[in-house]
């Protein structure tokens, strides 16, 4: 499937970019904001674009040099972008984007397990490196009953995250759980026949669990966003789209507490959401939240 930038020209129009000024993409995968932003500024605006998946930044490089576009594309997690900005002996940027949901192409064809709808290795790293400390079939298999449930509903309010769970230790118990199609059939028996059939699919929540525990994502972003903060300059804006209501949360509390602070102004009290245009073209679009402020102080 072809990725699709969520949102696309709702976020880059609310970063009121203008010539001269300096972009940054925390989450490059696609390149379809950056290149939006290479479309309609060309050499006129600088785009920094970071990413933890070296495929991404391969593809994003092999595209723009079909340009005249100024940009840096550097192997590296946005909650490090003021290391970034430093080593490219910058010191602010003058936008920032965050689009934290996970791209078509890592869904489809990475094979580390991200989706329910193949037989893959439970991994679900955004790396590509294999040996990165924590992956999911390491949770999985090792960590305990509780913990596990904690995590599956604390990172997507799963209302049978105890019974998942339980179900997953004792299939652990007969042997070691490898593959996403162990783990949905897991879920599958663990949960009720109705839920099975609902309108998401039931191993939804659970994936979705894993990966943010896999990666650290609630962790990544509260500290790319506060050090966002940090480089971006003074009447600079800050966008972030964000999946699923723990992100939304965590960004929605961040400007609100920005703005009382009275350091931020909030461009968009409340979220943009895409329009049904959007979602009919773009069904994964349809739980987006864009959230968008500006730094005055």
């Not at 596990?148 to 604390?154: K, L, S």
């Not at 199609?181 to 309108?199: F, H, S, T």
């Not at 999946?243 to 350091?263: I, L, Q, T």
């Not at 049904?276 to 959230?291: H, T, V, W």
Request: glycine share 6%.
């Amino acid at each position: 499937m072809e990725h699709r930038a969520v949102l696309l020209h709702e976020a880059i129009e609310s970063l009121n970019l203008k010539p001269g000024l300096i972009y940054f993409d925390g989450t490059l995968g696609g390149s379809g904001h950056s290149m939006k932003v290479c479309s309609d500024f060309g050499s006129k605006v600088r785009i920094i674009g970071v990413d933890r998946d070296v495929v991404a930044i391969n593809n994003a490089k092999n595209l723009f040099s079909k340009t005249n576009c100024k940009y840096d594309f550097i192997l590296s997690d946005y909650r490090n972008m003021n290391k970034v900005v430093g080593d490219l002996k910058l010191r602010n940027v003058d936008a920032i984007l965050l689009d934290l949901g996970l791209s078509s192409d890592q869904l489809e064809s990475s094979g580390r397990g991200f989706t329910f709808k193949k037989d893959e290795p439970l991994k679900m790293t955004f790396s590509e490196d294999i040996n990165t400390k924590l992956t999911a079939d390491i949770i999985l298999n090792n960590w305990s009953e509780e913990n596990i449930a904690n995590i599956i509903y604390a990172y997507s309010d799963e209302i049978y995250s105890r019974r998942i769970a339980k179900a997953i230790i004792d299939a652990r118990d007969k042997s070691e759980i490898k593959t996403t199609g162990e783990l949905v059939e897991i879920i599958r028996n663990a949960v009720p026949a109705k839920y099975r059939n609902g309108k998401i699919h039931f191993a939804t929540k659970t994936f979705q669990s894993l990966r943010i525990a896999v990666n650290d994502e609630i962790g990544a972003l509260k500290d790319g966003m506060e050090n966002g903060w940090n480089i971006l300059n003074i009447n600079g804006r800050m966008a972030i789209i964000s999946f699923h209501s723990v992100e939304d949360r965590e960004v929605k509390n961040f400007f609100r507490d920005k703005a009382k602070a009275g350091e931020g102004r909030l461009i968009n009290k409340k979220p943009v959401i895409p329009k049904d245009q959007e979602i009919d073209g773009n069904p994964r679009s349809r739980s987006a939240k864009l959230r968008v402020i500006e730094k005055i102080k």
